[in-house]
């Protein structure tokens, strides 16, 4: 911190030895010496605290330049299947909108009259159970 050698040392503590009396030196000395404690133990948590927030930032950019990473290549995968399946659409919407062959009768769209009347109920009774299950938490 300071440069100080032995004799800029010795030099305080003659002057210190003049000023304050042999009475009051060590009680001096001892207050000086739990200062300069308490400012060191508050310096080095500071540089703790310093230190451990400029490693979280690391870790922030690190994560989102692996996000970034994981995006582009989930985009990229995304694009590819994309362009796999583009192909196989006009075929598929090709037959589907070609006319019905005669000897076929035409394809009617399903009805809730046409299901099972247990259906229903079994599609609503899940929801019903999970409210039963929140409230009761």
Do not use: C, Y
Request: net charge neutral; hydrophobic share 35%.
């Amino acid at each position: 911190m300071f440069d100080m050698g032995f004799l800029e040392l010795l030099l305080i503590g003659v002057v210190g030895l003049l000023v304050l009396g042999p009475e009051r030196l060590p009680k001096a000395a001892r207050t000086l010496g739990l200062w300069i404690g308490k400012i060191k133990r508050s310096v080095s948590g500071m540089q703790r605290e310093i230190n451990s927030q400029l490693e979280a930032e690391e870790l922030r950019q690190k994560l989102n330049e692996q996000q970034k990473k994981l995006d582009d290549s989930v985009n990229t995968v995304k694009r590819d299947v994309e362009s796999i399946a583009e192909p196989t659409k006009p075929a598929a919407s090709k037959a589907s909108t070609s006319a019905p062959s005669p000897d076929k009768p035409p394809a009617r769209k399903p009805t809730n009259d046409d299901a099972p009347a247990s259906i229903p109920d079994a599609a609503a009774a899940p929801h019903a159970d999970a409210d039963k299950d929140s409230t009761s938490r």
